[in-house]
């Protein structure tokens, strides 16, 4: 079965940075496209990043110049590079797969910046 498996979020201070990682299985994980959301309290899922299979990019205004998406079609992996966080990019974490209007995602991992 489709599995997406997050890791690395954490509680980290404002300024600092973090790498999530998320390992893909069950799919034919090049031919997805592979999104970074976030949920944070009492809000709406958001997305954050978004690379296509073809490798183009897209981001949210709120992390330009802060976040990086990359993808490692081999190893069926997907990344998120943060630096510059902000307390309000605490929230949930969630990896995306989607392709032709099927979407998986995976469990969340948990990003908190605080000081």
């Known amino acids: 079965q489709v599995q997406l498996v997050e890791s690395g979020g954490e509680l980290v201070q404002p300024g600092g940075s973090l790498r999530l990682s998320c390992a893909a299985s069950?799919?034919?994980?090049?031919?997805?496209?592979m999104g970074w959301y976030r949920q944070a309290p009492g809000k709406q899922r958001e997305l954050v990043a978004r690379?296509?299979?073809?490798?183009?990019?897209t981001y949210a205004d709120s992390v330009k110049g802060r976040f990086t998406i990359t993808r490692d079609n081999p190893k069926k992996m997907v990344y998120l590079q943060m630096n510059s966080l902000k307390p309000e990019d605490t929230a949930v974490y969630y990896c995306?797969?989607?392709?032709?209007?099927?979407?998986?995602w995976g469990q969340g991992t948990q990003v908190t910046v605080s000081s």
């Open positions: 069950g799919i034919i994980f090049s031919l997805y496209a």
């Open positions: 690379i296509s299979s073809g490798g183009t990019i």
């Open positions: 995306n797969a989607f392709l032709g209007g099927t979407d998986y």
